[in-house]
């Protein structure tokens, strides 16, 4: 079953929203486009509730600051795509009916979640276990943030054996793709 996962293509990360990823718009009519090769559509959303822990306001700090909570360093961001709000919704345009499972991530208060897999405390998301259900073992990974999210998942996608592709032009960066690109090539994906 040839199967897509769209990560985090949702309107904060648009440009004008409040993370915004450079071309991130781009991408809603070529993810279109691309899913009429796929039996299987699965996407991620960053799903925060207020006051996460990964949000710059929650600590009184800037965007760009970091915390340390528990061991772990977290990068601080703008509030973004916060539970049920339009910001964390898809891009209306984006066609959304093939969509079969949408997995939410980032949704505990303490715990930030750059994987659709699993959080930062290594808590499942139910991903993998919805893909061992529906018998998936290669998935093509497309979306943002190439050099955040879409690398996380990608790197524990390799560690999780699954064969993993990831679409380049289907792809954005916070700060450019290309170093992630490798990083996640040198993980044993396949960058097509
Ligand atoms: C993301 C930063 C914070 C992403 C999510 O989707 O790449 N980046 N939350
Ligand atoms: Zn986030």
Redesign the pocket.
């Known amino acids: 079953m040839k199967t897509l996962l769209i990560?985090?293509l949702q309107q904060d990360?648009m440009p004008g929203g409040a993370?915004p990823?450079p071309e991130a718009n781009v991408l809603i009519a070529v993810i279109n486009d691309l899913q009429k090769d796929f039996d299987l559509v699965i996407a991620s959303q960053?799903w925060h509730p207020p006051h996460h822990i990964?949000f710059a306001s929650t600590h009184h700090k800037k965007p760009g600051d970091w915390i340390e909570h528990k061991g772990v360093r977290y990068?601080l961001?703008p509030d973004?795509?916060i539970q049920g709000t339009l910001g964390a919704a898809f891009p209306s345009q984006l066609y959304t009916k093939k969509i079969k499972k949408i997995i939410h991530k980032?949704v505990h208060p303490q715990v930030?979640s750059?994987s659709a897999f699993f959080d930062a405390q290594h808590a499942s998301t139910g991903l993998f276990e919805y893909l061992k259900t529906e018998g998936v073992t290669e998935i093509f990974v497309v979306g943002?943030?190439t050099?955040?999210?879409?690398k996380a998942t990608v790197l524990d996608a390799c560690s999780l054996s699954l064969k993993t592709n990831v679409i380049r032009q289907a792809c954005r960066g916070?700060d450019g793709s290309e170093q992630a690109f490798k990083q996640m090539e040198a993980a044993g994906a396949y960058i097509c």
């Open positions: 990560v985090d990360f993370l990823v960053d990964s990068q961001w973004h795509c980032g930030e750059y943002v943030a050099d955040y999210c879409v916070l």
